[in-house]
C-alpha cells in the first residue's frame, strides 16, 4: 500500500474511533419513573422535575416524560364503572325522560341535553359532555367553555391519565400564569375575557392531558377584576363538577 493511503486510512480509523467514543459519552441514560416521581438512573434518589444530573451521585441523564403507566390517573371524567353506570341509569329512566330531567336540572334546551347524554363516556369532556359545544349558551353553535371544542377531558386528553414530566407544558403553563398577572384590572371586561380565553385556548391546543391541564384556571372566574383576587376554580374541576350533578340527579331520579 502506498505510504499516503496508509496514512488516510490511519486517519479514518483514528477519526472513526474517536466519533464512536464520543457517541458512547453523549448516550446517557433516561431518567428512571415511578409513582414516586422521577429517580436517578444510577442511585435511584429522587431528582428534581426536569433535571438532567443527579445532586447525590452525579451522574447525567436525560430528561423523558413519564411513561403512561405511571402517569397520574385523572378522575376528571367518568371512569369505566362510572360510564356503565350512567347507562344503566338512562336506561332505566328512559332516554326522553333522563334528558328532559338534565334539561331541567341544568337549565339548558332538551335536544342539547340529550346530546349531552348521547356522547358522554370515559375521557369525555365532563362539561359539555364531549359535544364540544357551550350548552348553556344562546348561540347555536359556541365552543365548551372548559375544552374549547376538544370534546375529551383537558385533565387527560381523553386516555384516562394526565401526561406527567412534560418540559415544555411546564414552561408554558408558568409563562400562562404571568400572562394572566400581567392583565390590567382596568381593562374592559370584554377585552379581559377575549383575552383570558385566548391564552388558555392557546395553552390547550399544544398541552391538552398534561398535568399542567389539570391545574389550569376557569378563565371565565377571572374575568371581574376583584374575582382575580381570589382563588379561581380549577377548569377540570369545572367539568367533574357538572358531571357529579349530572350523576346525582340521574341516581335519585325515579324510573317510568
Known sequence: ???????LVMTILIVGV???????????PNVIWSTDGPAC???RSEVAFHANKCQGCATDFDWTIAPDDVSPISNHSLSRLEADELREHIERIGEDAAAQLIARKLEIPEERA???LESLARGRCGFCGGTGDDLGSTQETKDCPVCFGDENCIASGGTGHSTWGDE???????????????LSPRLPKPMRASELERLVRAFLADHLGTTQAAR??????????????NTPRRAADVGRARLDLVMTFLRNADGP
Open 1 to 7: 500500500m502506498r505510504p499516503e493511503l496508509r496514512w
Open 18 to 28: 474517536l466519533l464512536a467514543i464520543s457517541a458512547l459519552a453523549l448516550d446517557r
Open 41 to 43: 438512573p444510577a442511585c
Open 114 to 116: 340529550k346530546a349531552y
Open 168 to 182: 415544555a407544558a411546564a414552561r408554558a403553563f408558568g409563562r400562562l400564569e404571568q400572562e394572566i398577572r400581567a
Open 216 to 229: 389550569l384556571p376557569f378563565w371565565q372566574d377571572l374575568i371581574h377584576a376583584e374575582a382575580s383576587e
